[in-house]
């Protein structure tokens, strides 16, 4: 089952604003990655984090890895239409990658 | 394109048949994964190649699932007996040898719809 618990489940936001969801996690992660899904699509990878305290921008995207590595979160600025998906994080736990149920961003224009 | 490919990206079948998807990762990838994905949730692991040994596998893996990757380069998945259960969307994803470093490219997915 899925160890790593996102919020909010799902947002509806205004065009312009910045958005923020994050990804916690009972045990700890030494990786934290961040995925982004369209319909029909798979994931695709927005953010590798690999040290706890780590910050990292990717454009309007950036994404901590938490001190205690047991969580980390996403912040999004000025939001976009195409920003709408399903956003995931993910990290490796033994030789597979364990997911969260996904934060489902809606942005109204 | 250099990305992970899949094929086919819709399968639509009857109970009781056989399906075959197919995966290609990116080139010189050494790991390839296969997820389940099913709606309202992430992906979750089915089983995972180092080359062509394929080292784990998950409990989601019933006896009615087999992969293969021959030649250590595509892959892949067979569904026998499919169930209406197996409908889902089905992921591979690829990865060099990490180092320290996870990262894993997704394919764009085959979704099996059982009917």
């Known amino acids: 089952g899925q160890q790593l618990n996102q919020s909010p489940q799902s947002m509806f936001i205004q065009e312009g604003e910045d958005v923020s969801m994050n990804c916690t996690s009972s045990s700890i992660f030494n990786t934290w990655l961040w995925y982004k899904q369209d319909p029909g699509e798979g994931p695709v990878l927005l953010i590798a984090l690999y040290k706890a305290g780590e910050l990292t921008s990717n454009g309007r995207l950036t994404a901590q890895f938490g001190i205690t590595r047991k969580d980390s979160f996403l912040n999004i600025s000025a939001s976009i239409p195409s920003d709408v998906g399903i956003y995931f994080c993910a990290g490796p736990r033994n030789n597979d990658m364990r997911f969260g149920a996904g934060t489902r961003l809606t942005v109204k224009p | 394109d250099t990305g992970v490919s899949q094929d086919p990206r819709h399968k639509i079948t009857k109970r009781g048949q056989n399906v075959t998807f197919r995966c290609d990762p990116i080139?010189?990838?050494?790991?390839l994964y296969w997820y389940r994905q099913t709606l309202g949730q992430g992906p979750e692991f089915l089983t995972y190649?180092?080359?062509?040994?394929?080292?784990?596998k998950s409990r989601l893996l019933s006896d009615r699932f087999s992969a293969e990757r021959p030649k250590g380069s595509f892959s892949t998945l067979e569904i026998q007996r499919t169930e209406q259960g197996d409908s889902a969307m089905y992921l591979c994803a690829s990865s060099p040898t990490p180092r320290g470093r996870e990262t894993q490219y997704f394919g764009p997915g085959t979704r099996l719809l059982v009917l």
């Open positions: 190649f180092q080359n062509e040994a394929q080292l784990e």
């Open positions: 080139s010189e990838h050494n790991r």
